[in-house]
Each structure stands twice: as structure tokens, then as C-alpha cells.
């Protein structure tokens, strides 16, 4: 059991390691033209949009890059177009990173099983280059179109429904609720429902977004501290990533956190799920009011309660640290397969 693990974990970090370049190129060219709009929002003009598109490639390429090269691990090359192909539909579809691993997965092992039928010597090269690529694509795109799509289309529709009917109620069940969901999965579709509903009522419920402002750059700011906190819990490379996700949560990008919850989602997701809990409840509270469609520090120019704001998300990410860290081992007492591991998660573009 403890080796198939092993070898899952040696797939899903083939994937992200591959995953992290676009995510730090796309995260870091959005907070620029953020940074430069000086709005918290979406730019205007052709310099700031150019450089709004770029950052946003990278953000619409990392998730076929992820579930392509997790497919890439246990198929080899077959597997990657299957992998990139079914990663892409499934996030057209609303499933986020996490349902690119999935895919990933599923295209690896599905080549892997087409690769068992016997063909005459003269077709291997056709196999790899043609039968099996456009086979394994066909088969994983079929599952995630008529199979998965139009649940999480309706799972989503529903999910909508359910914040719309909570919108007058506690402000804490709420804040819960709210927080919970947009650090969850880290800009994933049940991420996209919080946001999304606090986004389009910034102008009438301001105190939506005052919540999910913080929520949406605690995770990443929580990593960062974690890193800051207890760096012998962590590699050289793994502190450059938290680095990485400093910035790019200062200026509203969730997604900052990603490489270290796809390494390690079992004591990761949990702590950045109470960290946007703790912040959004904080922000709640204190009758925070964000103007902006965005979150993170970019937008503290159009927030009333600043105080407030600021304080939520320091609360937040500290949460978010401590935990994390409480449930990671240094890494002198971790075994050498798990320091390997972590020192895929590197911020490496040779």
C-alpha cells in the first residue's frame, strides 16, 4: 500500500513540477497589471490588458500542463495528448486543478490498458504516434463530456442556488461557508461559486467581497508564512515557491498555493481551509466593505474597514501557517523518499 502511494505521489509531482513555471509566470504577470491598474480589478488600455492576457495564458494553460504530464508519468508519451486534451475539456466544464489530476490520472492508466492489445510488430511506431494518442483522447474526453460534465455543471447550478438562499442569514454561517469554499480548491470551480456570488452583488452587499477578498489570498499568504515560520520544515526550493506565494497573494491570486497542495493535499488543504474560514468570519464581523471585485491588499484603497481587513487576513494566514505546520515533519526526520519528493517542487526552468 505504502509503495502505491509512492508511486502516486511520483505521477502527481511529475505534474506539478511541470504545472509551477505557469503558474508563477501567469500569477505574477496578473499581479503586475493589477499592480499597475492600481483599481483591484480587471485593466484598461492596451499596454495593461497585453500584459492581462499574458498572465491569464498562463493560468488557461497550467491545467492541461498538469493533468498532461500526471498522464505523461504513467503512459508515457501516448498518454501526454490524452492527458492535455481531457484536462482542458474538464476545465471548460468548471472542474478546476482538481479535476485536471483526475483526468491526468484516468488518461495515464486508460493508455496503459490500450497499450495491452496485440498489434503485428509493423504497427508499434503507428501505435504511439497515432492509435494510441488518438484512441486514449477519444475514450478520456468521451468520459469527461458525457460522463462528469453536466454533474458538475448542475452540482455548480445547485451550489449558486444554496448561497443565494443563505445570503440573509448568520453572518458567521456565512462566513464559514463562504471562506471555506473560495480556499478550498484554490481558483477550482466550488472556489469560482464563492467568488463569483460575492462578485456579482459588490455593488448592492459590498460586505461579500469585504469576506471574500481575504479568503481569496489567505491560502497563498498562509504558505508563505508557514515557510517564514518553520523553515526547517521545508526545502530551499519549496521556500522560494512560498516566496512566489507572498507575492502573488498580496494581490488577490489563490492559485499561489497551489504547488504546495497538490504536493501535499492531505495537511495542506485542511489548514488553508480554516485560514479562509478564520478570515472571512473576522471580515464578516467587523463589517468589512470591498468596493472591488478582487481580493487581497491590491484593494485596500476601495476597502472601509482597512483595519478590519488587514487584521483578517494577518489572523487568517497565521491560522493557516500554524496548522500546516503542526501537521508537517522536518525534514531531517522525514524519510529520504519523501525530501526526493519535496525537492520536485521546485521553481526550475532549466
Request: aromatic share 8%; hydrophobic share 50%.
Amino acid at each position: 500500500m505504502k509503495k502505491d502511494l509512492a508511486i502516486l505521489k511520483r505521477h502527481l509531482l511529475t505534474g506539478t513540477s511541470h504545472m509551477l513555471p505557469f503558474i508563477v509566470a501567469g500569477g505574477v504577470l496578473l499581479a503586475l497589471s493589477v499592480m499597475l491598474n492600481g483599481k483591484g480589478a480587471q485593466p484598461e488600455g492596451i499596454f495593461l490588458t497585453g500584459i492581462w492576457d499574458m498572465g491569464i495564458a498562463g493560468f488557461t494553460l497550467f491545467i492541461p500542463v498538469l493533468g498532461g504530464y500526471i498522464a505523461y508519468s504513467i503512459g508515457d508519451r501516448p498518454a501526454l495528448a490524452p492527458g492535455m486534451i481531457g484536462a482542458y475539456l474538464a476545465n471548460a466544464n468548471g472542474t478546476g486543478f482538481l479535476g485536471a489530476i483526475v483526468v491526468g490520472f484516468m488518461a495515464g492508466y486508460v493508455v496503459n490498458q490500450l497499450k495491452r492489445i496485440p498489434l503485428p510488430n509493423n504497427m508499434k511506431a503507428i501505435s504511439t504516434y497515432g492509435i494510441l494518442p488518438v484512441g486514449g483522447t477519444f475514450i478520456v474526453s468521451a468520459m469527461v463530456i458525457w460522463g462528469i460534465g453536466q454533474p458538475i455543471a448542475s452540482l455548480m447550478e445547485g451550489l449558486n442556488g444554496w448561497l443565494s438562499g443563505m445570503g440573509d442569514g448568520s453572518k458567521t454561517a456565512l462566513g464559514v461557508i463562504l471562506g471555506g469554499m473560495t480556499a478550498f480548491d484554490m481558483g477550482g470551480p466550488i472556489n469560482k461559486v464563492a467568488t463569483l456570488f460575492a462578485q456579482t452583488q459588490v455593488f448592492d452587499h459590498p460586505n461579500l467581497m469585504g469576506g471574500v477578498g481575504v479568503a481569496i489570498c489567505v491560502p497563498p499568504l498562509g504558505m508563505f508564512l508557514a515557510t517564514l515560520l518553520s523553515k526547517k520544515k521545508y526545502s530551499d526550493e519549496e521556500r522560494e515557491a512560498g516566496r512566489a506565494a507572498g507575492l502573488m497573494g498580496m494581490i488577490g491570486i489563490t492559485e499561489g498555493a497551489i504547488p504546495f497542495a497538490a504536493n501535499d493535499p492531505l495537511r495542506v488543504i485542511p489548514a488553508i481551509v480554516a485560514g479562509g474560514i478564520v478570515g472571512n468570519v473576522i471580515a464578516f464581523n467587523m463589517n468589512v466593505l470591498n468596493h472591488a471585485p478582487w481580493g487581497g491588499w491590491i484593494v485596500l484603497p476601495v476597502v472601509e474597514g482597512k483595519l478590519g481587513y488587514v487584521l483578517a487576513t494577518v489572523v487568517g494566514a497565521a491560522t493557516t501557517a500554524l496548522i500546516v505546520n503542526f501537521l508537517k515533519k522536518p525534514i531531517d526526520q522525514r524519510t529520504e523518499e519523501d525530501v526526493a519528493d519535496d525537492e520536485d517542487l521546485v521553481l526550475d526552468f532549466e
